[in-house]
């Protein structure tokens, strides 16, 4: 039951994202018509920048950021599980240990996708310009 449940959770956030991002880019492809965005992409582009929309750097921070949002959705659906067990556990002390072990990993990775993060805002940029020079 609670893999079917968690099966379920995780294709509807899936498919709930996939409807997010499709929302997104069509809002975006209109906003890119009208004379404000031309103004402000004149601007940028008046000096040596330049704006490139699907450079290599942005490909690799959107596909970070995708790979951890889904873990931190995962994250918030164990979290439930492990709590809801510890809740549900009447008094039983092996239950209330194996929620609280469950719970202590879920922040420990927690903490490894936020410094994941972390590092990957920072270097994602660094390593998108060594891997273009070359």
Not at 2 to 23: D, E, G, P, R, Y
Not at 69 to 98: C, D, R, Y
Request: charged fraction near 15%; aromatic fraction near 8%.
């Amino acid at each position: 039951m609670k893999k079917i449940l968690i099966s379920t959770v995780l294709a509807l956030s899936a498919f709930l994202i996939l409807n997010i991002s499709v929302a997104q880019a069509a809002i975006f492809q209109d906003y890119k018509n009208t004379e404000f965005y031309q103004r402000v992409n004149e601007a940028a582009t008046a000096g040596d920048a330049e704006y490139q929309e699907n450079s290599l750097e942005n490909i690799i921070s959107t596909g970070i950021r995708v790979f951890l949002s889904i873990l931190g959705t995962i994250f918030i659906v164990l979290m439930f599980v492990a709590g809801n067990n510890w809740m549900q556990a009447a008094g039983n002390e092996e239950k209330i240990k194996k929620s609280k072990a469950t719970i202590q990993n879920l922040l420990i990775g927690l903490s490894l996708v936020l410094v994941a993060y972390a590092l990957a805002s920072g270097l994602g940029g660094l390593l998108a310009r060594i891997i273009v020079a070359k």
